[in-house]
């Protein structure tokens, strides 16, 4: 007799997983493992397999004081946390407002919450840049922080409300009757229950974050360095080598944010059940 976890594994073909593993090859191993030869590549010309000088020039380069990679990696880390914590307090509420509540106007404003991911990000910062100039927070990290914001918790928000919209509240209200009050029935009834969908939300916040350019750029000013800013120049400079070790240390938080993210998944099979109903 077939069992259940066999009858679920046989859901999905043979040929899928082979399909999935083989993107996943082609689509991200392949990228990263290019960029590492490049980035200890001192001379690689066409049509040449590999390179033909190799060097730690680049790594060297990445490393000091002159590259401001290290200074942009830790503006970049800071400004993501930053946003991810803003993006909790903020879309928590809004979150099981819209998850859990029916109210009128909830299609307006689940349209509106939709808008920074279809408006171009460019557009909305140019709008809001003068207000940012009046209110002084140019040029700082709580108003990059905001400007992030914009296009990060539509995300954040429609994941949690996917969450909230199967959340039953019955342990909560049972923890009420027996004398909890609101911050024990959150921190030992709500947040272990919604834990797995908070923890993929932070981490699709976090990854936008870590990921912006032009809204940095422009309400940055240029002097809040972030490692975007400190890419891209190299990106259409020329100096392959550079830019690939500067890509591997832009992508190796990311990774390692998925990584911690996936394998904290996998040890709760319920970690995803809250998704599907919104």
Sequence with gaps: MTTEPEKRTGLVPR????????????????????????????RWNFPNILPTEWGLRAWSYTASDSSRVLEGLWNSTKLALLVT????????????????????????VEWLLMMPIIVPALVATMGIHQIFIRLRLTETLFGVALVHLIPAIPYFVL?????????????????????ANRYRVFRYVTLPAISSG??????????????????TLLIGGGTFVTLPLVLFPFLSGGNNSTAAAISLVFV?????????????????????????KL
């Design 15 to 42: 040929w899928a997983r082979w399909t999935a593993v083989t993107s996943i090859v082609v689509f991200v191993v392949v990228p990263i493992s290019t960029l590492v030869v490049w980035s200890f590549a001192f």
């Design 85 to 108: 914590g803003m993006a909790i307090v903020v879309g928590l509420p809004a979150s099981r407002a819209l998850g859990q509540h029916e109210f009128r106007g909830k299609s307006t």
């Design 159 to 179: 994941v949690m409300a996917s969450v909230f919209a199967n959340y039953g509240t019955a342990l909560e209200e049972t923890a009420r009757t027996l004398g």
């Design 198 to 215: 908070l923890l993929v939300a932070s981490m699709f916040t976090f990854l936008i974050s870590w990921g912006q350019y032009v809204t």
């Design 252 to 276: 190796a938080p990311a990774i390692v944010v998925l990584v911690l993210t996936s394998r904290q998944l996998s040890r709760d099979s319920a970690l995803m059940g809250g998704f599907g």
